[in-house]
Structure formats: structure tokens, C-alpha cells
């Protein structure tokens, strides 16, 4: 059974920092991209960040770039999202996804939401001005 459990969101102050985790069991981690995506109630969920399944390359959205990184602990099979100079606009749920078996071992990150077989429960984000 393939679980994605993420932690880390909070209340924080506009310009603040926060790193949110995401836990992988039941699949090998290291085979599969993975990506952070967020979402507003009412909107659609929308791409946040994604990373190879070897984590040497990666992918933003142009909201976050230069703010946000994504890294991958292979060892602990834990995907991470830093944040840093948080944004009101930054308020959603955030979601860890990981990239089906099609996709494995390519190297590659994927941005579409359609290329994601398993998703997380979501943590929330709150950005204060």
C-alpha cells in the first residue's frame, strides 16, 4: 500500500520560511519523479514544483521560482518543499504526488497532473500579511 504522508504547514508571517515534508512507503522511492502542487479552495490545483527520480533536476512554477526549492532524501524516501519570502498569495493546501510506474527511472520531472498516480493528504499553508 502506497502512502504519501505530508507535515510541516503552518501559520507563518509574510517574508517568513517554512520546509514541508512528504513521507513515502509502499513503493521505491527512488524510482518514481515526484512534485508539490497546491490548491485554493474553489480553484483548481495547480503545479508547485517537481524533481527527478534521481533529484538532478528539477522544475517551478513561475509564482515560486527562486523562492521555493525542491530537494528528495533517497535514503529517508522523504520529499521536501522549502519556502522561503512567503507570499500571502502562497496560502493553499499543499500536496506531495508521485509519478506512475510509466514514468519511472526516466530522469525526468513532470509538471501535469495526469502523470501523478498517488497523492497525499495535503498540509496547510497560511500566509500572513
Known amino acids: 500500500q502506497v502512502q504519501l504522508i505530508e507535515s510541516g504547514g503552518r501559520l507563518v508571517q509574510a517574508g517568513g520560511s517554512l520546509r514541508l515534508s512528504c513521507a513515502v512507503s509502499?513503493?521505491?522511492?527512488?524510482?518514481?519523479?515526484m512534485g508539490w502542487f497546491r490548491q485554493v479552495p474553489g480553484t483548481e490545483r495547480e503545479f508547485v514544483a517537481a524533481?527527478?527520480?534521481?533529484?538532478?533536476?528539477?522544475g517551478y512554477a513561475d509564482s515560486v521560482e527562486g523562492r521555493f526549492t525542491i530537494t528528495r532524501d533517497i535514503a529517508e524516501s522523504t520529499l521536501y518543499l522549502q519556502m522561503d519570502s512567503l507570499k500571502p498569495e502562497d496560502t493553499a493546501v499543499y500536496y506531495c504526488?508521485?509519478?506512475?510506474?510509466?514514468?519511472?527511472?526516466?530522469?525526468?520531472?513532470?509538471?501535469?497532473?495526469?502523470?501523478?498516480?498517488?497523492w497525499g493528504q495535503g498540509t496547510q499553508v497560511t500566509v500572513s500579511s
Open positions: 509502499g513503493r521505491l522511492f527512488s524510482r518514481h519523479a
Open positions: 504526488a508521485s509519478t506512475g510506474p510509466i514514468y519511472s527511472n526516466h530522469n525526468y520531472y513532470y509538471t501535469a497532473m495526469a502523470s501523478y498516480d498517488y
Open positions: 524533481i527527478s527520480d534521481r533529484g538532478d533536476k528539477t
